[in-house]
């Protein structure tokens, strides 16, 4: 009897265990799937005859949330189509349920616009490039979140005023950059891709060798920048001293202190409620992360308007104070909803929404925030509400597209598809998907004339936007 069954069946490679085929027919999988896919349809698009109409889509979503932000999301959607896009994930994804996909499915993102892919710090303090939103985080097809990430750099290259051709060698450089990953991966042992990561001294070998001066300085400065942004920054930043102790300061329409949103006793049970939350999230943290949770106490709380599409949903900013004043941990608390991908890849196997998001993002990060968990509050608002709670500033550092030339955002392209190929290969079969990309070009040709002509449709939807608030219909504000 030998350690390994080598006998071949017809299931298909399982992530979290089960029956398991052998490399070479996990390849024969993929490359079986260009039949009933062929790599070349991805490129094909048109809107469905029976499209849900998109501001019913928007208003649908905003239904649920705090009315009285909900101007400021239609406020900030209808500034580009850029702003538009980023707040329309929802939309797209009802789009990409009818276009082709491979069969093979991996942890999505949901929501991998460019702007998704940032500086990150890991808990050894090292910064990381990788993705940063996971608010829609489900199974589902591959092919999504390459298409999602495609679209928003041609949107992007557009109101840069790049030409046709440079922006389809940007989305070129991000494909390519995706499909040439998993090739790598699918040679590479389980643990080597888990250990996989894009750190900084590879963004800076990336830099010298594709970059000009120019750019490399930019990417100086914004590794520099980013290590500046933590909890100290954001606690300079965001409170004020009020009677001798440390207070979130308002700023009118984003930062609202718990203590000016209601009535003193209303006020008072939001704030019994988030300290609740807070308290009871430890339990979703490893034991030595939850022991220094409870080196701190809160002191304060605010409710902030964040992003944009997610402007309107719930999210709290908790200070805590550690060894004295000067020692302080800025939470985030935000809610978790259903994820927009669910009508058409069904509903989390979790039975939170604040756990799906965390499970998601501990899945595809190469690695997460050490206070990174999830927990319900019970009536917050009258009925019980998910959340999943993080740092509010880890070393973020965020990319600037209004900042870029071609080169610069072509070589940003390439490390977000490289990013993403990490972010899947670890949860779905990345041999498969290898094969299925091929070493040829013709996936990659696909996505350029597919985000071509998606950003067409999003330009279109953007202007109904527009139009509902130049109607009546819809009430924006700017903020």
């Not at 299931?11 to 085929?21: D, F, I, K, V």
């Not at 999988?29 to 499209?51: I, L, W």
């Not at 196997?349 to 595809?364: F, I, K, S």
Request: with cysteine.
């Amino acid at each position: 009897m030998t350690m390994r069954d080598t006998t071949v069946t017809a299931a298909t490679t399982a992530t979290g265990g089960g029956p398991r085929l052998s490399a070479e027919d996990r390849a024969v999988n993929g490359r079986t799937a260009r039949a009933a896919s062929p790599r070349s349809a991805h490129g094909d698009f048109e809107p469905s005859a029976d499209r849900l109409d998109p501001m019913d889509v928007i208003e649908r979503q905003s239904a649920t949330r705090l009315q009285e932000l909900v101007p400021i999301r239609y406020g900030r959607m209808s500034e580009s189509p850029f702003r538009f896009y980023r707040g329309a994930a929802a939309i797209m994804a009802g789009d990409l349920a009818g276009t082709p996909d491979s069969g093979i499915r991996v942890q999505l993102c949901g929501d991998a616009h460019m702007l998704n892919f940032r500086l990150l710090g890991s808990p050894e303090r090292n910064l990381l490039f990788d993705i940063n939103d996971f608010d829609e985080t489900l199974p589902g097809p591959w092919e999504w979140d390459v298409k999602r990430l495609a679209t928003s750099l041609v949107i992007a290259g557009r109101e840069n005023g790049f030409s046709e051709s440079e922006r389809a060698s940007i989305v070129t450089s991000a494909v390519a950059g995706y499909r040439e990953q998993m090739r790598t991966f699918a040679r590479m042992n389980n643990l080597d891709v888990w250990y996989a990561r894009v750190d900084e001294s590879h963004l800076q070998a990336v830099a010298e060798g594709a970059l000009h001066t120019r750019g490399r300085k930019n990417l100086t400065e914004a590794l520099s920048k980013a290590r500046g942004r933590d909890s100290l920054q954001a606690f300079e930043k965001l409170t004020e001293v009020v009677d001798g102790r440390r207070r979130f300061a308002a700023v009118p329409q984003l930062i609202t202190p718990a203590s000016e949103l209601l009535p003193d006793q209303e006020g008072a049970a939001i704030e019994d409620q988030i300290r609740d939350l807070v308290a009871r999230y430890g339990d979703s943290l490893q034991t030595d992360r939850r022991h220094l949770l409870e080196q701190y106490s809160i002191v304060d709380m605010a409710r902030k308007v964040v992003g944009v599409g997610s402007v309107g949903t719930r999210c709290w900013i908790v200070l805590l104070l550690g060894r004295d004043g000067e020692d302080p941990l800025i939470l985030q608390a935000k809610e978790a909803g259903e994820s927009v991908l669910a009508p058409y890849v069904g509903a989390s196997g979790y039975a939170t929404g604040g756990e799906r998001v965390v499970a998601g993002q501990r899945l595809m990060q190469a690695a997460s925030d050490i206070f990174l968990g999830w927990q319900q509050t019970h009536g917050l608002d009258g009925v019980d509400r998910d959340f999943y709670v993080r740092q509010l500033r880890d070393w973020k550092g965020i990319a600037e597209p209004a900042r870029m030339v071609p080169r610069g955002m072509r070589v940003f392209a390439g490390l977000c598809g490289v990013t993403l190929a990490r972010a899947h290969a670890r949860s779905g079969d990345r041999i498969a998907i290898a094969a299925y990309l091929g070493g040829g070009d013709v996936f990659d040709r696909a996505l350029v004339r597919f985000a071509e002509s998606y950003a067409d449709l999003n330009e279109r939807d953007h202007q109904r936007l527009v139009d509902a608030i130049a109607s009546g219909r819809l009430t924006a504000v700017a903020a």
